[in-house]
T-cell receptor, first 113, second 111 residues
Framework: EAQVTQNPRYLITVTGKKLTVTCSQN?????MSWYRQDPGLGLRQIYY???????DKGDVPEGYKVSRKEKRNFPLILESPSPNQTSLYFC????????????FGPGTRLTVL | SQQGEEDPQALSIQEGENATMNCSYK?????LQWYRQNSGRGLVHLIL?????REKHSGRLRVTLDTSKKSSSLLITASRAADTASYFC???????????FGKGTTLSVSS
């Protein structure tokens, strides 16, 4: 089944404790992206990647890192999480040139205490 | 930078009724999409309409696009309780590197 998977689905952590949210897709998509969703603010892009070893900032990249060492994986790294990063995070992927039609993962609900 | 704005923000209807939600956007587009999100879960792609299309159907969904008014509407006919969700329109940003979502319409269908 074609899908985007994220792990963990739920995470409660404390300020400053490094964490990684994994994202993997099995559709051989070149493009991958991370969004966060907050009440009243909608979905905002954090980082995106057009292909392996090619990443770029979205609208709200501060406090996040990403890497794209393999085509299928696009982990989101929070080196020193803070409470304002409490949010619902989505990973998405698409074929290159078809970024208007992205496939979304199930989401990761992160709470930073 | 927000591209789409849905209207209304919330909509409550009875099963069997039709639900209409609207989306306005700011810049020129190649296509527009509608997504559904069940409470706190992932986004599901519903339908894409291209800029040269005026109307598109998919099952109980009907989408219209008016590029002169920079607006789109999503009609769900014969609503069911399972249609209860938030609905978002989305367009690609100018660089084609991100989807820009509106804040969504929350639809509640009661039986």
């Amino acid at each position: 089944e074609a899908q985007v998977t994220q792990n963990p689905r739920y995470l409660i952590t404390v300020t400053g404790k490094k964490l990684t949210v994994t994202c993997s897709q099995n559709m051989n998509h070149e493009y991958m992206s991370w969004y966060r969703q907050d009440p009243g603010l909608g979905l905002r892009q954090i980082y995106y990647s057009m292909n392996v070893e090619v990443t770029d900032k979205g609208d709200v990249p501060e406090g996040y890192k990403v890497s794209r060492k393999e085509k299928r994986n696009f982990p989101l790294i929070l080196e020193s999480p803070s409470p304002n990063q409490t949010s619902l995070y989505f990973c998405a992927s698409s074929s290159l040139g078809a970024q208007y039609e992205q496939f979304f993962g199930p989401g990761t609900r992160l709470t930073v205490l | 930078s927000q591209q789409g704005e849905e209207d209304p923000q919330a909509l409550s209807i009875q099963e069997g009724e039709n639900a209409t939600m609207n989306c306005s956007y700011k810049t020129s587009i190649n296509n527009l999409q509608w997504y559904r999100q069940n409470s706190g879960r992932g986004l599901v792609h519903l339908i894409l309409i291209r800029s040269n299309e005026r109307e598109k159907h998919s099952g109980r969904l009907r989408v219209t696009l008016d590029t002169s008014k920079k607006s789109s509407s999503l009609l769900i006919t014969a609503s069911r309780a399972a249609d209860t969700a938030s609905y978002f329109c989305a367009t690609a940003n100018q660089a084609g590197t991100a989807l820009i979502f509106g804040k969504g319409t929350t639809l509640s269908v009661s039986s």
